[in-house]
RNA sequence: GGCCGGGUGGCAGAGUGGUUAUGCGGAGGACUGCAAAUCCUUAUACGUCGGUUCGAUUCCGGUCCUGGCCUCCA
């Protein structure tokens, strides 16, 4: 029994989609304007682990991850470096599908991109002016807040509170400074389609409704994003689209909260806004996702060099215990029951990751070594289900962290170096024996002698 | 001003009305030629003030501190 906390209930319920047999998800993409950061990472990899669960649990789950390739901060990057706005969208977009490759994300159902989305658009925003929700105003088209009786359900902001906050953007053509465009007009180099309003392009907010309710209908189970996000652009989709179609729009909103760096927000002008791009050269995909699945999803996180190195720490003591374990090759996986209750439990992953290091432990403890082998085929199973633990220990704990070429390593013999200390350990050389295990150390490979043979492993 | 969070041991971070979270790090021990890894033992804890209770870190109220949203943002 699946339960997730609600953020239009603001607490946890159990989770019972509409459909049994097909449940829809919908999480909030990039805008393709720059690389993906931490932050970024973050609600992917949370909610990657919300649709493994969700494909565990129903048969068929329909992931919609939508890519924003037409958005001002997109046009601003084009002028200020030049390039096309084609070029800057497809490059980030790749970039973007591998970091999420590197964090071990699993591909949505569908990634449905905003231009390729425009008639969709315009056909809803045609329906709410028909509906006397929008109206047109110099080539605008906006959304009239004050027609919708449940605005502000969503963020709990009161009309009244929201003039308050006098932060709204003011414009002449709006009738209520809280109205939102829905589309605006295009000029000169300014990507623009043809619309009944003139030449023009989307708002930032209508996309998500029109797509979503192609890809999972108009009222579906579960959306998702950022905190951030609950205010303005979750709030204005849910009065677009529940005024658009006359129903409910989202059942349950769940929401991620912030990655902070260092105790600080993560920020441009700050210098301390960090890419997945940038901290794949210090660390590898699984320990990012580590680190990143240590907190609960719902508080913040704070993003540290120490952290990083926990989380490195952490995952190695579950390979380690891995790797003492005998290998069998099991077929089918072997999830731990406590395990799934924790991710169930709106995705308590700090608690499924103390599970994984309760199953470590029980493998070193151990005397028997099928015992050991059960054990280790359900952790790495249970690891592999978060998109984790999924590599050979041997070859976890050889690579190279920083993906460099293997020529350095190549160049020590490991092998041989290790053979030859064993010689002289067998022959009570130890002093010999020392001087070449010290002299792989400095170069960054420690040695075990394990029962069955001496191991070795990179220094992280 | 309005709306939401959070305050747990050296650090990170779960959880619970009465019993060890866990990880990293510290101390001692076992094992080892010595290490490493592992195991055992151990220290350090629930912001503050009240209330409910046989008993609260856990429930309720006040208070202090702190983060976020209300404008583009994941």
């Known amino acids: 029994m699946l339960q997730i906390y609600n953020t239009l209930t603001h607490q946890k319920e159990t989770f019972l989609p509409l459909d049994a047999h097909h449940v829809g ?3 909030c993409g990039p805008t393709v304007y720059d690389y993906a950061h ?11 682990i919300l649709n493994r669960l969700l494909n565990y649990i129903y048969p068929t789950v329909t992931y919609v991850r939508n890519i924003t390739d037409i958005d001002d901060k997109i046009i601003q990057a084009s002028l200020t470096s030049g390039n096309s706005i084609s070029e800057i969208t497809e490059r980030t977009t790749q970039a973007f599908q591998e970091d999420m490759k590197s964090l071990g994300n699993v591909s949505p159902t569908y990634e449905p991109k905003a231009t390729e989305h425009i008639p969709e658009m315009i056909k809803m925003i045609q329906t709410l002016i028909e509906k006397g929700h929008a109206y047109e105003a110099e080539g605008h088209v906006l959304f009239q807040v004050t027609s919708d009786p449940s605005y502000g359900s969503l963020s709990r902001q009161g009309l009244e509170d929201m003039i308050s906050g006098a932060r709204v953007e003011i414009a002449p053509y709006k009738k209520d400074p809280r109205d939102f465009i829905l589309w605006k007009p295009s000029t000169g180099d300014i990507p623009g389609w043809q619309s009944p309003w003139g030449l023009g ?12 309710s192609k890809y999972l209908g108009e009222t579906f189970d579960i959306h998702a994003g950022g905190q951030d996000l609950i205010f303005p652009h979750h709030e204005n989709e849910q009065a677009q689209s529940t005024c658009c179609s006359n129903k409910p729009f989202v059942r349950y909103w769940m929401h991620n909260g912030y990655l902070i760096v260092n105790g600080e927000k993560m920020s441009k002008s700050l210098g301390n806004f960090l890419t997945v791009r940038d901290l794949l050269k210090k660390a590898s995909g699984d320990v990012l996702r580590y680190g990143l699945l240590s907190v609960h999803y719902r508080q913040p996180l704070d993003w540290t060099d120490a952290g990083l190195l926990q989380a490195q720490n952490s995952l190695c003591r579950l390979y380690t215990a891995m790797r003492h374990a005998p290998k069998e ?3 089918s996986p072997d999830l731990n029951k ?4 924790a991710l169930a439990d709106d995705l308590n992953t700090p608690l499924a990751l103390h599970i994984l290091h309760g199953l470590a432990s029980d493998i070193n403890k151990s005397s028997s070594e099928k015992e050991k082998a059960v054990l280790a085929h359900q952790l790495k199973s249970s690891g ?14 050889q690579k190279s962290p920083k993906n460099c070429s293997e020529k350095a390593l190549e160049g020590l013999h490991i092998e041989c170096q290790i053979e030859a200390r064993n010689k002289a350990r067998q022959e009570r050389d130890f002093k010999e024996a020392d001087r070449i295990r010290d002299h792989l150390l400095e170069a960054g490979i420690a040695l075990e002698d394990a029962p069955s043979g001496t191991l070795w492993r990179r220094l992280k």
């Open 38 to 48: 931490l932050g970024n990472a973050r609600v992917y990899v949370i909610f990657d």
């Open 25 to 27: 998800l919908y999480v």
């Open 329 to 331: 090759d099991a077929a």
């Open 201 to 212: 392009r989307p708002g930032w907010h209508i996309e998500c409704s029109a797509m979503s």
């Open 384 to 397: 592999a289900f978060i998109g984790l633990l999924t590599e050979d220990p041997d070859v976890w704990f």
């Open 338 to 341: 406590e395990f799934l209750s």
